[in-house]
């Protein structure tokens, strides 16, 4: 873009004017909204802020090359930038602040995020996928420093692959590849691992990316001398720079108060992106950040008087002003008005957003007001409820918390009363949590007809006398299958292309699909969750193979934080249908025990985590998760590839349910669960104990997130009156969540006769080899034993003590 008017001849001098002041304006107006934020938390109205004063320009600059189509993936210092796209105004800022739960309101999150974290709405309230071409995407941000960045590669590569595989309907979602993915982070947070782990990757792909450094010297209050090595991060990444031989990088550094500097570099860098699939990183250096890193604190604390003169004298919106004055763009009278202008509308949209907050709540208020001094005047407690009634009356600006607070302790003085009185505020009070749960619990997991646990039971369809082949085999043909039915589907992980994974569950598919479609990665877990995380956003159906379940700990920060939240913070706006493949159960050695169920199943909510005990249940649970858009690990038996399994006719159609545990073996005399691996000891020691008088009754857990929806379990105990977990976890992991479950939201415990139980791993690792194994788990013997104890203690006569 040409900034000097004289020689402009692309736009007239009028024209050029109105841009500049506009992005003028649209600086000091997100620099308001700054300062009055801040003084909002202060004041108490708001419980925390983080703000992007200082950071102005850059955006203004990076909104100008985002096009239609393309997507963010940033974090909380980018409101200016969302500002600039449309997303944005200033009341819907301070609804983000105050928390407001009216998404039409706060669009951003419903008030389930901190102010600072955006997005836009990729899904219809039916489900369906908007137009991702249309409109001007943001991925939802999280707060975890770096964690936006293994999202961004898979935005990214999602481009690469609309570009380059034929047969895909890509109508919402991509105009042939020419998306660039835009990332932006802190200086100090480059420090992370995530972002040099994203940043090779990149280079590796070569995916449209368009990387934003804001460097403002420091990380919170530590210079950037404690964070990065020479104090600069583009100085230690040049080795990355692309260049005749070598492909790679290209690297910009930019300061962040040049405004016409920082418009060609992100033209250039959008243009490099765009058109050559080339990732861009752009250094943007000299920022300042005027309010400190939030408002847990003042940077005067931390920053000398030096270097506090040299931030007001080079604030990129200070600098701007100069630079319009200084080129005659606009008088001092004409910025002075703008200026007013701004500070008048952020007010405006404060004082609106504010009153908007509270209507609902004194509307509330009023209701339980009246409901309370029913029920005082007809109580013999009344000078109880009455203080009540006046300590709620006094709130000025009530909280759905104050509300409902109020109204439950005066319901404990109508204790033993029976009134029409008690009866209304019973029900107001009932109505009033559920109705305001909701708006905070909701869509943890898809809530609309197509979602996984909706997906009806197929069974495997066999000849007379089926074939009997190797476990991973059935995965393999059942993979082709689906590879064939979903042009959209593709799958990617160490190993996974070139040979058809480690144990030839994929053997043969990438000379049959093609590289994009059945590809390797290198070793690293974090951005081979991260590009599967991007790629579902983009309408893709990926599947990421970690090779073994140990190895996900590597990644268990990105599917904690991002993938399990990603339908609940956005309130269902934004969805990744990403299925981790992996395999665990019954390995051997210290990192290869492969059964962290319980660190999985808590870390995880909002993803589906399925164990299935065979290659055909397993190949069944990816057929129910391609007929809906949610996301799940699928636990593969490392230990049963081999296994002989009859091979079904209907591979690709037949479907494992979500949430339904399988009755193996019918018993009378106790209940065992378990799952994988394990299931199938269990399934031994049964005929063992039928040897002597123990008739068990094996069931299949299947899926440990969702666990037992349809409540079999306690079905069963109401029968065998006894229960046993069997589990490879640690003691008090995934047998304490099974047995929570069934006591608690199945009442089971009406049903035993004696306590219930569990056999799990011992509490350390498990040992390597064969014996480590048998002395770290739960083995045959073991199980056995255990089952007989349980009987031995109800009927010592008929099972004599053991040992």
């Not at 070139?498 to 974090?526: F, H, P, S, W």
Request: charged content about 25%.
């Amino acid at each position: 873009m040409k900034t000097d008017p004289n020689t402009s001849t692309d736009i007239s001098f009028d024209d050029f004017q109105a841009q500049i002041l506009g992005d003028y304006r649209l600086a000091v107006l997100s620099r308001e909204c700054s300062i009055l934020g801040r003084r909002e938390v202060l004041t108490g109205k708001a419980k925390f802020g983080i703000f992007g004063d200082g950071k102005e320009l850059p955006q203004l600059a990076m909104a100008k090359a985002f096009q239609k189509g393309d997507f963010r993936s940033g974090y909380y210092r980018d409101q200016t930038f969302m500002m600039a796209l449309g997303h944005l105004n200033p009341k819907a800022f301070f609804h983000g602040l105050y928390a407001t739960t009216d998404i039409s309101k706060e669009p951003m999150s419903a008030g389930r995020q901190m102010g600072g974290h955006f997005m836009t709405h990729s899904i219809n309230e039916d489900g369906t996928w908007k137009n991702l071409t249309k409109q001007k995407n943001s991925s939802a941000d999280i707060s975890c420093t770096a964690g936006q960045m293994p999202r961004l590669l898979g935005l990214a590569q999602a481009s690469q692959f609309y570009r380059n595989v034929e047969g895909i309907d890509q109508d919402k979602f991509s105009n042939k590849g020419n998306e660039v993915a835009w990332g932006t982070i802190g200086n100090a947070s480059t420090s992370e691992g995530h972002f040099f782990e994203t940043f090779n990757a990149a280079g590796v792909m070569q995916v449209p990316m368009v990387i934003s450094i804001w460097d403002d010297a420091y990380g919170i209050s530590v210079p950037a001398k404690f964070h990065t090595t020479k104090s600069d991060i583009s100085e230690i990444l040049k080795g990355f720079q692309r260049d005749e031989e070598n492909k790679g990088f290209e690297i910009l550094k930019v300061p962040g108060w040049d405004y016409t500097a920082l418009i060609h570099a992100y033209e250039n860098a959008s243009d490099i992106a765009r058109e050559e699939h080339v990732p861009v990183m752009i250094h943007v250096t000299e920022l300042t950040q005027p309010q400190g890193h939030s408002t847990s604190g003042s940077h005067e604390r931390y920053k000398d008087a030096e270097r506090l003169e040299w931030e007001r004298e080079n604030d990129c919106n200070k600098r701007f002003r100069e630079w319009i004055l200084d080129k005659n763009i606009a008088t001092e009278e004409q910025l002075n008005e703008i200026e007013k202008s701004c500070k008048q509308e952020v007010r405006n949209a404060k004082q609106e957003a504010w009153s908007e907050f509270l209507i609902p709540h004194r509307e509330n208020k009023k209701a339980l007001v009246q409901l309370l001094n029913n029920a005082a005047s007809k109580s013999p407690n009344r000078v109880f409820i009455t203080k009540i009634l006046n300590d709620l009356i006094a709130l000025k600006e009530p909280l759905k918390k104050d509300l409902a607070s109020h109204a439950r302790k005066a319901l404990r003085y109508l204790i033993g009363e029976s009134t029409n009185a008690k009866l209304e505020l019973q029900n107001w009070i009932n109505q009033f949590v559920n109705q305001s749960q909701i708006k905070f619990s909701s869509e943890l997991f898809s809530e609309l007809p197509n979602k996984a646990t909706n997906i009806k039971e197929v069974k495997a369809i066999y000849d007379s006398e089926p074939e009997k082949i190797d476990g991973r085999m059935v995965l393999r043909d059942n993979f082709d299958a689906l590879f064939s039915k979903y042009p959209e589907a593709l799958v990617f992980g160490e190993d996974t292309g070139n040979i058809g994974d480690v144990n030839q569950g994929l053997e043969g598919l990438q000379k049959k699909y093609g590289k994009y479609r059945i590809a390797d990665t290198g070793i690293r877990e974090t951005t081979i969750i991260g590009q599967g995380i991007g790629l579902a956003m983009r309408g893709l159906r990926p599947i990421a193979e970690i090779q073994y379940l140990d190895y996900i700990l590597y990644a268990i920060q990105t599917l904690s934080d991002d993938l399990a939240t990603l339908r609940y913070r956005t309130v269902g706006k934004q969805i990744a249908p990403l299925i981790i493949r992996t395999r665990g159960h019954r390995l051997e050695g210290i990192w290869h025990s492969g059964s962290q169920m319980g660190g999985l199943i808590h870390l995880l909510r909002g993803i589906y985590i399925l164990t299935p005990r065979n290659m055909t249940q397993a190949a069944g649970f990816y057929n129910t998760l391609m007929k809906s858009n949610e996301p799940a690990i699928v636990i593969e038996s490392l230990n049963g590839y081999r296994l002989k399994e009859p091979k079904p006719n209907n591979l690709g159609e037949f479907c494992t349910p979500i949430g339904v545990v399988e009755t193996m073996k019918e018993g009378t005399d106790i209940t065992i669960l378990s799952y994988g691996s394990t299931l199938r000891i269990v399934q031994k020691v049964a005929k063992d104990l039928q040897e002597v008088g123990i008739d068990s009754e094996v069931i299949d857990a299947q899926s440990l997130l969702p666990f037992d929806l349809n409540h079999d379990v306690v079905k069963s105990l109401q029968k065998t009156n006894r229960l046993l977990v069997v589990d490879e976890d640690v003691p008090g992991g995934c047998s304490a969540y099974l047995v929570q479950h069934i006591m608690e939201n199945q009442k089971g415990y009406q049903y035993l006769d004696s306590a219930p139980q569990t056999l799990t791993a011992k509490a350390h690792r498990p040992a390597y080899a064969t014996d480590g194994d048998y002395f770290s788990k739960p083995n045959e013997e073991d199980i056995f034993e255990k089952v007989y104890e349980i009987m031995n203690e109800s009927d010592p006569n008929n099972y004599p003590k053991l040992r």
